[in-house]
């Protein structure tokens, strides 16, 4: 059973940081992708970072120079370390892990964690 699971949401001032964390069982972790997505009330969910089974990242422009995500193969986790936080920051922020298959893709997701930038 695959299970991804958030942690390191919560209410933090303009400004601030916040590191999230997925830590992630049930798949070869290494060799899957991995992200993060997140989705604003009334919006659609939307990807913020990725980084690749080889450590390629890729960020949403809204978040770059101030998101970094990165992964440890090791301890089957992978973070995102959120500085500089804005409102427009403000959603519940999803771990996604993704491959290629035969046939198709497996994609998972994890429940949530939800992230709220306010003075």
């Known amino acids: 059973q695959v299970q991804l699971v958030e942690s390191g949401g919560g209410l933090v001032q303009p400004g601030g940081s916040l590191r999230l964390s997925c830590a992630a069982s049930g798949i070869i972790f290494r060799i899957y992708a991995m992200g993060w997505y997140r989705q604003a009330p009334g919006k659609q969910r939307e990807l913020v970072a990725d980084i690749s089974s080889s450590g390629r990242t890729n960020y949403a422009d809204s978040v770059k120079g101030r998101f970094t995500i990165s992964r440890d193969n090791a301890k089957n986790t992978v973070s995102l370390q959120m500085n500089s936080l804005k409102p427009e920051d403000t959603a519940v922020y999803y771990c996604?892990?993704?491959?290629?298959?035969?046939?198709?893709?497996?994609?998972?997701w994890g429940q949530g964690t939800q992230v709220t930038v306010s003075s």
């Open positions: 996604n892990s993704k491959k290629v298959v035969v046939g198709g893709m497996n994609d998972y």
